[in-house]
T-cell receptor, first 119, second 111 residues
Framework: GAVVSQHPSWVICKSGTSVKIECRSL??????MFWYRQFPKQSLMLMAT?????????EQGVEKDKFLINHASLTLSTLTVTSAHPEDSSFYIC???????????????FGPGTRLTVL | GDSVTQMEGPVTLSEEAFLTINCTYT??????LFWYVQYPGEGLQLLLK?????DKGSNKGFEATYRKETTSFHLEKGSVQVSDSAVYFC??????????FGTGTSLTVIP
C-alpha cells in the first residue's frame, strides 16, 4: 500500500518548451501533495504544497507562474514547468500525505522522482 | 521554528559494521519523527517512524528511538550490508502538513 507514482521518470526537452510531470497516489486518496526539487547531493527543497481543489501554496522564492501546480483530484497532482531553461534541470520529487485508513495522515509517501534535463 | 539537524556525511563502513547516524530536532509540542532512505536515482522511501516519546521505530534491521529528553532520533543498525548504501534523511512533522528534513547522510558500505 501507499504507492505514489510519477510520470515521466526522465525527460529531456529543449529550452523554451513546457514540461508536465504527473504525480499519482495509486492506492489511497491524498488531500495534500507536495512538490520538491533536489539538486545533486543535496537535500530536498520544498517548492509547493498542493491541496485538492484549491490553489497551491508556494514556498518563498519559487515562481508560481513558472511552476504551475494543479491538484484536480484526490489522486493526481501535476507540475508544469513552463518555458523551461537549463537552470530548471533538476530532480523533481512529489509526495502525498496519507489519507487515513491504511495510510497515516502524519506521513508523506514519496514518488520515485522525475529527472528533467533542459538543453 | 521547527528543524532537524543531521549528522554530516559521507559515512563509509565495512560490511557487518555497526551504524549510527545522529539526528536531533527542535520542535514545539510533540512531532512525529521519521527516517527516509533514498537509493541512487530514486525517490525517498519511508524506512521507519515514531510518533511519541520512547517509541521505537524499526524496519529491515534499522532502529531509532524517539528520545524527548535529548530531542534525538538516532538511526542504528547492528550489521550493515552493501545494499544499505544510500542517503538517509531524518524528518519531522508537527501536524502532518509541514515536514522538515535534515540535510541527508550518505552511507557507503564496502565489502
Amino acid at each position: 500500500g501507499a504507492v505514489v507514482s510519477q510520470h515521466p521518470s526522465w525527460v529531456i526537452c529543449k529550452s523554451g518548451t513546457s514540461v508536465k510531470i504527473e504525480c499519482r497516489s495509486l492506492d489511497f486518496q491524498a488531500t495534500t501533495m507536495f512538490w520538491y526539487r533536489q539538486f545533486p547531493k543535496q537535500s530536498l527543497m520544498l517548492m509547493a504544497t498542493s491541496n485538492e481543489g484549491s490553489k497551491a501554496t508556494y514556498e518563498q522564492g519559487v515562481e508560481k507562474d513558472k511552476f504551475l501546480i494543479n491538484h484536480a483530484s484526490l489522486t493526481l497532482s501535476t507540475l508544469t514547468v513552463t518555458s523551461a531553461h537549463p537552470e530548471d534541470s533538476s530532480f523533481y520529487i512529489c509526495s502525498a500525505r496519507g489519507g487515513g485508513g491504511l495510510t497515516s495522515t502524519d506521513t508523506q509517501y514519496f514518488g520515485p522522482g522525475t529527472r528533467l534535463t533542459v538543453l | 521554528g521547527d528543524s532537524v539537524t543531521q549528522m554530516e556525511g559521507p559515512v563509509t563502513l565495512s560490511e557487518e559494521a555497526f551504524l549510527t547516524i545522529n539526528c536531533t530536532y527542535t520542535a514545539t509540542g510533540y512531532p512525529s519523527l521519521f527516517w527516509y532512505v533514498q537509493y541512487p536515482g530514486e525517490g525517498l522511501q519511508l524506512l521507519l517512524k515514531a510518533t511519541k516519546a520512547d517509541d521505537k521505530g524499526s524496519n529491515k534491521g534499522f532502529e531509532a528511538t524517539y528520545r524527548k529528553e535529548t530531542t534525538s532520533f538516532h538511526l542504528e543498525k547492528g550489521s550493515v550490508q552493501v545494499s544499505d548504501s544510500a542517503v538517509y534523511f531524518c524528518a519531522l512533522t508537527p501536524t502532518g502538513n509541514q515536514f522538515y528534513f535534515g540535510t541527508g547522510t550518505s552511507l557507503t558500505v564496502i565489502p
